[in-house]
């Protein structure tokens, strides 16, 4: 069917205007942000909507098998809407039994227990700190285990913000809004509302928010704002060594840039008590736990050091997964699930690895199925691989130092292409 969106003020923001009006179908993207959501059909149902005749199905189909440089408006062939009809057709097969097995149920006891490595982490760094001699071997360790535990409410407020710890959705974003507050010093309102736009259509120019990146760095020669890069000495100095500078440097400086102005400035202005409190909590926290010992300014000096290694750890796994794939033009419409074939990465499971990158390592399913519990992507993967053979899609995974390699090579490669002259 088609729905009348033209005056209904989303809740979930702007993302809904990236699948309106192009005649695409967002049938999946609709379940799949909504999944856990009682409210969503009832508003579905009350809105406008007719059913799409043969010809608008035909050019959905059209839209999600277009070729390079293929207009919208070509003409569907039937091999174009059976493609099409049969993916949409499988998904919701293979959807359907994950949910009747149980694989969408949140898991209570593992959300316990990543709370409690969470906290066990920040409790051993915070005593080894304080109980060890500064700049010893032993407090090194304590600020290692402090920073990973912060870089872990990250992968912790990340299932929070997709709903799949308790399933209970506003339960979820409390939990979420806590522990990226306190953990992370950050807002999980800002998070939601930028994260469902690169869910959306991820890897999309115009579209994906984590290609707007600019003047920081560049993981794409077509982002917004690349053509300022020549004419910019400054601009184009700092993208020239952005490989170099990526992981010590530019992760450290979104996190900073996002903590004290952009984060902060939207709870004030969402007026998100939860949130500003669990700010405010955290810096009040470090400088109660550290001062004592270090003085006010070594409690800063462990806070920067601790977020430093934090923000590197979070940033620079998230990167591996997308930033070097390529991308799709703003007018390009694609099905849901190749968006996760084309646009997303697996990297390679491992016992470490899975823990590393707590589970989001399966890309390609926490793209497919993004409110089922994180730990689970490893269990259905041989049945999402099997899916994508099926229809001839890339199942594509990668060993975790070379997706790491990928990465640098791409912020070289469009380093290069930004700030070197075509006459060199």
């Not at 989303?10 to 699948?19: A, E």
């Not at 390679?348 to 730990?375: K, R, V």
């Amino acid at each position: 069917r088609f729905y009348d969106v033209s005056s209904f003020k989303h809740p979930g923001g702007s993302v809904i205007k990236f699948l309106t009006g192009n005649g695409g179908d967002a049938t999946e993207t609709f379940q799949e942000f909504h999944q856990r959501s009682k409210k969503a059909d009832k508003v579905l149902k009350s809105l406008p909507s007719r059913e799409a005749t043969e010809k608008e199905l035909a050019k959905a189909a059209k839209l999600a098998n277009l070729k390079p440089g293929e207009s919208p408006n070509a003409t569907a062939t039937d091999a174009d809407v059976k493609k099409f009809s049969a993916l949409s057709r499988d998904y919701a097969v293979l959807r359907k039994e994950l949910e009747e097995e149980g694989f969408f149920k949140p898991s209570i006891p593992h959300v316990v227990y990543r709370v409690l490595e969470v906290v066990a982490l920040f409790v051993a760094g915070a005593l080894l700190i304080n109980r060890a001699e500064a700049f010893s071997a032993v407090f090194f360790v304590g600020m290692a285990l402090f920073g990973i535990a912060q870089g872990r409410c990250g992968w912790l407020m990340h299932e929070g913000g997709h709903y799949s710890l308790t399933g209970q959705i506003k339960t979820d974003k409390f939990l979420q809004e806590v522990i990226y507050g306190l953990g992370c010093g950050m807002s999980g309102g800002w998070w939601r509302s930028q994260h469902n736009k690169h869910h959306a259509t991820p890897q999309k120019l115009k579209h994906d928010v984590d290609l707007n990146t600019l003047p920081l760095v560049a993981f794409v020669t077509d982002a917004p704002g690349a053509k300022s890069v020549p004419r910019s000495a400054i601009l184009k100095a700092w993208i020239k060594y952005q490989a170099y500078l990526f992981a010590p440097v530019t992760c450290v400086l979104v996190g900073l840039g996002w903590t004290l102005a952009l984060h902060p400035k939207h709870s004030v202005r969402t007026n998100n008590v939860v949130e500003l409190f669990s700010m405010a909590l955290r810096y009040a926290g470090v400088i109660a736990l550290f001062s004592p010992k270090y003085g006010v300014l070594g409690a800063l000096g462990i806070y920067l050091a601790t977020f430093a290694l934090a923000t590197n750890y979070i940033f620079l796994n998230f990167a591996v997964s997308h930033t070097h794939l390529p991308t799709t033009q703003p007018d390009d419409y694609l099905h849901w699930v190749q968006y996760a074939a084309s646009h997303t990465t697996n990297i390679q499971t491992s016992w470490w690895c899975d823990w590393w990158m707590a589970y989001l390592n399966f890309q390609i399913e926490h793209h497919l199925f993004p409110s089922m519990p994180q730990f689970r992507h490893r269990m259905v993967s041989p049945r999402v691989k099997a899916f994508f053979e099926k229809h001839g899609l890339v199942y594509d995974v990668r060993p975790y130092f070379g997706a790491m390699k990928d990465t640098f090579d791409n912020l070289q490669h469009v380093a290069d292409e930004l700030t070197v002259s075509k006459k060199e």
